[in-house]
């Protein structure tokens, strides 16, 4: 017979400690499951600014691409449920007041979506050296 063991009594777990484990259990889930949402609640905030930057990027590469700008503030829909645009094209400069003489512009896309009970918004801004549109 080995020592520290009784030969007549049974092996295993008490009551007392398997309830003691299971509040142990409970507690530490407690406490880790709201770090754990919070973190996917993160992750989300991050893949909308995501996308919705990369809609705005897009809208501003097409601004200026066949050599001409129109000035103006552009709303519209995007393909994307939620998700809305503005787009603000505004001279920089006097300008000669010739259409066909290239001036500076400073364009601005701003997409929104609605999280968190509010709006939320990405802008980006950048200039473009192009003719007026006719």
Do not use: C, H
Not at 67 to 83: D, I, N, Q, Y
Not at 108 to 115: D, G
Not at 127 to 132: E, M, V
């Amino acid at each position: 017979m080995k020592a520290g063991r009784s030969a007549g009594k049974p092996r295993g777990f008490t009551l007392i400690e398997v309830m003691v484990a299971f509040v142990i259990l409970a507690l530490s889930l407690a406490a880790i499951l709201p770090a754990l949402s919070g973190s996917l609640g993160g992750a989300r905030a991050a893949s909308d600014r995501l996308i919705a930057a990369a809609y705005a990027q897009s809208l501003l590469d097409g601004i200026g691409a066949g050599g001409r700008v129109a000035e103006g503030e552009f709303r519209s829909a995007l393909e994307r449920p939620g998700l809305s645009s503005l787009i603000t094209v505004r001279p920089l400069d006097e300008g000669s007041g010739k259409p066909d003489v290239p001036r500076l512009y400073e364009v601005s896309a701003r997409v929104a979506w609605r999280a968190g009970g509010g709006e939320r918004a990405v802008t980006l801004v950048t200039t473009r050296y192009a003719r007026a549109a006719r």
